[in-house]
């Protein structure tokens, strides 16, 4: 995956000093991504953008060198932890909206200052840049339920998708974007923390993304552009990294039950074995990290396991050939394994399969 590298930002003029002034870089990114931070524009004004879907806005505007009012939909596990971040890192978070009241109000305490509204279409009056944290699935049909005023960016988290789903949303004068950071959002504290030194994929026109490169940075993260037509392979990536390593795990502790441990256990037992496995890939790449049976051509002690696993363990016995399989690969192209070895191990996987 080569065309990804930090959205690049113009520095302000005046100097060294003026562009590492955070009001001076937040006017000039905004500037840069049309969203009206300008003062006179007044609640209730008509842009008169002369475009063909332009229409009255109400929404609120920042002062010069301000970050945008910012509106969230959605306070689940990404909307919460995001507002919990950015309003810390001093992005008003002007508006939530949730169906759910009781999330509604944990999103209250725990950002504050902000106005919670049941419908997402209410926040559209209340803010410049808006946050989609809902669902892939959702994100569609709630598209086609906003239209979004002129000078406002409209934005979702999702991994899976591209920006061109918030289409439907878009009126003259008006951006859609994503802004998808790759943290995985077990917890609130802990993804706020986790977020600082994440990486953020962005997308957007190139304005849009210098302002979201900005909101990333302002949360600790770093944003990337990824290649047109790459997000799919990235998300899947990171699908596997976070969720797919889940599985995973789950898999090792139900054998550690066979072996008489607790999940507590197993984490214990065997965390500091991935570990070390994750530092030997770092230090010596992936290929360089294998070891076990399968490295050294040994199909007895494969054969041994396959026969625990179809006694004791048969829900792991797919995810295990499927990492003996991925393991023979990575085994032959190392060169540490014979052709005949090569075929012995393929062989036995296929004959209890
Ligand atoms: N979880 C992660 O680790 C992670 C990481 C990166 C990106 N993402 C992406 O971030 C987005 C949100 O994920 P999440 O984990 O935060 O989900 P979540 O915890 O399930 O929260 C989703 C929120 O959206 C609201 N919602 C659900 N259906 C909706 C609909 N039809 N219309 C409007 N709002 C709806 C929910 O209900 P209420 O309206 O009832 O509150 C909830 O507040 C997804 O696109 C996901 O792919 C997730």
């Given at each position: 995956m080569k065309v990804w590298g930090e959205p690049r930002r113009e520095p302000a003029e005046g100097g060294e000093d003026a562009a590492s002034s955070s009001e001076a870089r937040l006017a000039a990114v905004a500037a840069e991504a049309g969203l009206?931070?300008?003062?006179?524009?007044?609640?209730?004004?008509?842009?008169?953008?002369?475009?063909?879907h332009a229409h009255r806005h109400p929404h609120e505007h920042a002062a010069p060198g301000d970050p945008p009012f910012l509106g969230i939909v959605g306070a689940g596990a990404v909307g919460t932890a995001l507002g919990v971040a950015l309003s810390r890192a001093g992005w008003p978070i002007t508006a939530v909206a949730s169906r759910d009241a009781a999330r509604r109000e944990r999103f209250s305490r725990l950002v504050g200052g902000t106005r919670a509204f049941a419908?997402?279409?209410?926040i559209l009056d209340e803010v410049e840049l808006i946050i989609l944290a809902v669902p892939d699935d959702a994100l569609a049909t709630l598209a086609r339920s906003l239209r979004l005023y002129s000078g406002q960016a409209l934005v979702h988290t999702?991994?899976?998708?591209?920006?061109?789903?918030?289409?439907?949303?878009?009126?003259?004068?008006t951006q859609i974007g994503s802004f998808h950071p790759?943290?995985?959002?077990?917890d609130t504290e802990r993804a706020v923390a986790a977020l600082h030194g994440a990486t953020v994929a962005v997308e957007g026109d190139d304005q849009l993304v210098a302002l979201l490169a900005e909101m990333a940075e302002v949360i600790g993260a770093t944003a990337v552009r990824l290649a047109p037509g790459s997000k799919s392979a990235y998300h899947a990536a990171a699908v596997l990294a976070a969720g797919g390593f889940d599985a995973l795990l789950d898999a090792i502790a139900e054998l550690g039950r066979v072996a008489g441990l607790d999940e507590a256990s197993s984490l214990a037992i065997y965390g500091p074995l991935i570990e070390q496995t994750l530092g030997n890939a770092r230090a010596l790449g992936i290929g360089a990290a294998l070891t076990g049976p399968i490295t050294r051509g040994d199909v007895g002690t494969l054969q041994a396991h396959l026969a625990t696993l179809e006694a004791h363990?048969?829900?792991?016995l797919a995810l295990y050939r499927a990492a003996a399989e991925r393991e023979i690969d990575l085994a032959a192209a190392r060169g540490t394994l014979t052709p005949d070895a090569v075929r012995r191990l393929r062989d036995t996987l296929a004959m209890r399969s």
């Open positions: 009206e931070l300008a003062p006179e524009t007044a609640r209730g004004h008509d842009h008169g953008d002369g475009g063909p419908e997402a279409t209410a999702s991994g899976a998708l591209g920006a061109e789903v918030l289409q439907p949303a878009m009126a003259a004068g790759l943290v995985a959002f077990a363990a048969p829900g792991v």
